[in-house]
């Protein structure tokens, strides 16, 4: 009796210790799957991530931290048409905030964007006037800019498309970015405790960047392309503070292009150190000697610590651009051009459809553009069983909801 009890015991002790240790393996991809960030489409190319509760309770005393806050409180600030309609208390309730990057149809780039937190869902959706998804901006050859709430009460932001991609995952657990290894992988090695975190799947973000920008090189960057085309993925996180210490974690195809990657890398920190002009050349040099650079196998990291003069400088250079944005649209305000008139069309032969008016676009029709601006906003109610769900891009493998 005794025997089977020790038995029993070490058999409830055992699995307590795998438990353990498959919890510390998820990493932050077990956050993924357990949260609402897993409904972004699954064919997304790139995740960022900031816990702001975790900023928040830093106290932001930093120059830099205050700056940036209000920053992002200036009117005309791209949060402001949000916090007008669902109300100031809405930024204090944030406890984190997620953007993810999704490739669009012909070769552009779309994003969908997350705010979790303590959120009154009765109240969110009364704020969209109870619709689904809420569409605030709609001009003529750019994405719309929509809200939804999702099932949890977060709060989607982005292209209508995207959010009813998100919506659908959401009801189906598993068919969003929950289920993309290429994004999971890499955030495996990600520990929780950072205040941000994300990862890159560098092979389809490489491919969608060339597809976007007809460049052989991404961004602009020194590295060759096909250097950069053995790079599998991209992970990092973030601990903030005064200053910010940031670790990148890497994997390559084969160990001989990890030691060709980290080499390029150092090259890049040894021109940075050339090319410091007098001015910044303190600031910028501290930086560049926080950085380490190693490599194991296929595996390569790079840590970074951004000394607080830096990180101003940097906050103090966005608030620069910012203000002069807002002077140059200010100075030279767009003009809508006036509408042409059009003469009336002839009728059409008895048994053909009439054409449609000027200046729309049969939803039907492939490669079409939105009509025009939408004189208020839009809303989209939820399918009734049997309706077609919705779906991402072409090539996207992000499912609907099956239908109840």
Not at 34 to 57: D, H, N, Q
Not at 191 to 220: F, H, I, P
Not at 240 to 268: H, K, Y
Not at 367 to 393: H, I, K, L, M, V
Request: charged share 20%; hydrophobic share 40%.
């Amino acid at each position: 009796m005794r025997s089977s009890r020790r038995k029993a015991l070490a058999a409830a002790l055992g699995l307590v210790a795998l438990a353990s240790g498959c919890g510390r393996k998820g990493g932050a991809a077990a956050v993924v799957r357990a949260s609402v960030i897993g409904t972004y489409p699954k064919e997304s190319v790139a995740l960022f991530v900031l816990e702001v509760k975790k900023v928040r309770a830093l106290g932001g005393d930093a120059p830099w931290m205050k700056k940036l806050a209000a920053l992002a409180d200036e009117e005309g600030g791209p949060l402001q048409e949000v916090v007008k309609r669902l109300g100031a208390e809405t930024v204090d309730q944030l406890g984190r905030l997620s953007v993810a990057v999704v490739p669009d149809a012909g070769h552009h780039i779309a994003y969908g964007v997350l705010a979790e937190g303590s959120f009154d869902p009765a109240k969110m959706r009364a704020a969209l006037g109870g619709r689904d998804v809420l569409t605030l901006v709609e001009s003529e050859g750019r994405p719309d800019f929509s809200l939804s709430v999702l099932p949890d009460g977060s709060l989607a932001l982005g292209p209508r498309r995207i959010l009813e991609v998100m919506r659908g995952n959401a009801a189906a657990r598993g068919q969003g970015l929950d289920a993309d290894q290429a994004l999971l992988e890499p955030l495996e090695r990600v520990r929780t405790e950072a205040q941000l975190w994300g990862a890159l799947d560098c092979k389809n973000l490489g491919r969608l960047v060339r597809d976007a920008t007809s460049a052989g090189d991404l961004g602009g960057l020194l590295l060759p392309a096909r250097k950069l085309d053995a790079l599998l993925s991209l992970a990092f996180r973030g601990t903030i503070g005064e200053s910010v210490d940031l670790d990148v974690l890497g994997r390559a195809d084969a160990e001989a292009n990890a030691r060709n990657l980290a080499d390029a890398v150092r090259g890049l920190v040894a021109l940075g150190r050339i090319g410091a002009g007098r001015e910044q050349a303190k600031a910028w040099l501290d930086f560049l000697d926080g950085i380490r650079i190693d490599q194991k196998g296929a595996d390569l990291s790079l840590h970074a610590s951004i000394p607080p003069t830096t990180m101003q400088a940097f906050v103090e250079q966005m608030v620069s651009v910012r203000r002069q944005q807002a002077v140059t649209a200010a100075e030279h305000p767009a003009v809508q051009p006036p509408v042409a008139e059009h003469p009336a069309a002839p009728a059409p032969p008895a048994g053909l459809p009439a054409p449609a008016p000027p200046g729309r676009q049969d939803p039907a029709t492939p490669g079409g553009r939105p009509a025009r601006p939408a004189p208020s906003p839009r809303d989209t109610q939820s399918p009734g069983p049997g309706a077609p769900g919705n779906t991402a891009a072409p090539g996207s493998s992000s499912a609907a909801p099956p239908g109840s």
